[in-house]
């Protein structure tokens, strides 16, 4: 089950892309998941724990078709007025996807895998409905910013206090087992951004120490 969320927190987390630092943080994001959606052949794309609707619209104007689940009320109340017409929006658990087998080309999973009950669960259900990749971008516990996320959230309750973030390397050894659970072959490319020090020096994107890791699963039968 997908952690739910009060319409405050909602409302919070939808507001901070109107921030300075979230205007540049979606910038940064949105220039590397293009990056690997490019790599990823397909038209219709799963939008899991979307929230409200953020990277829904953005998938949706860029022509993807999209459908975009979540669990909470709130965040799909405000996801629902977002999109309109531009995407279908259902209330669904990340971990039990209410869809056949291959029934779209690409799952897309953005910030969403650290606030369910069971992540494994939820990659398993991504690789059995998606017919060629896996998107996906969470925080990088190995990072500056998600170790100071984590420790804010042990010292005072907020939305982080019960996430779970990955590393590169926890994230694509969940990913292959996915999908040799569901009897496909599992290739995988991540890179990364969001770093203080790419303001004033160049970094290589597969620094194991960037905030938001992007990671494509392309599934392939064995």
């Known amino acids: 089950m997908t952690q739910d969320f009060p319409e405050e927190t909602a409302s ?4 901070w892309y109107q921030t ?7 910038r940064l994001e949105k220039q590397l998941l293009a990056e690997l959606l490019g790599q990823a052949q397909g038209k219709s794309v799963l939008d899991i724990g979307c929230g409200t609707g953020h990277f829904s619209l953005w998938l949706a104007e860029m022509g993807y078709d999209v459908t975009a689940i979540d ?8 996801a629902g007025a ?3 017409h531009a995407a ?10 209410e869809f056949p087998d291959n029934s779209f080309d690409i799952a897309f999973i953005v910030t969403a895998l650290e606030f369910v009950d069971d992540p494994e669960k939820a990659l398993n259900e991504a690789a059995r409905v998606a017919r060629k990749s896996i998107i996906l971008g969470v925080l990088n516990r190995q990072s500056l ?3 100071w996320r984590k420790f804010t959230g042990l010292l005072k309750r907020n939305t982080y206090s019960d996430a779970r ?3 590169p390397g926890e994230l694509a050894r969940l990913c292959r087992q996915a999908a040799a659970a569901n009897t496909k072959e599992a290739d995988i490319y991540w890179s990364g951004a969001l770093c203080l020090r790419q303001l004033v020096m160049k970094q290589s994107a597969r620094c194991p120490f960037r905030a938001f890791i992007g990671m494509r699963v392309k599934l392939g039968r064995s």
């Open 82 to 84: 977002k999109l309109g």
């Open 145 to 147: 910013l998600g170790r």
């Open 71 to 78: 669990n909470s009320d709130a965040m799909l109340q405000i």
């Open 88 to 97: 279908t929006v259902q209330q669904m658990s990340a971990e039990n996807l």
């Open 165 to 167: 973030f990955f590393t």
């Open 20 to 26: 300075r630092f979230g205007r540049w943080a979606d």
């Open 12 to 15: 919070r987390y939808d507001r």
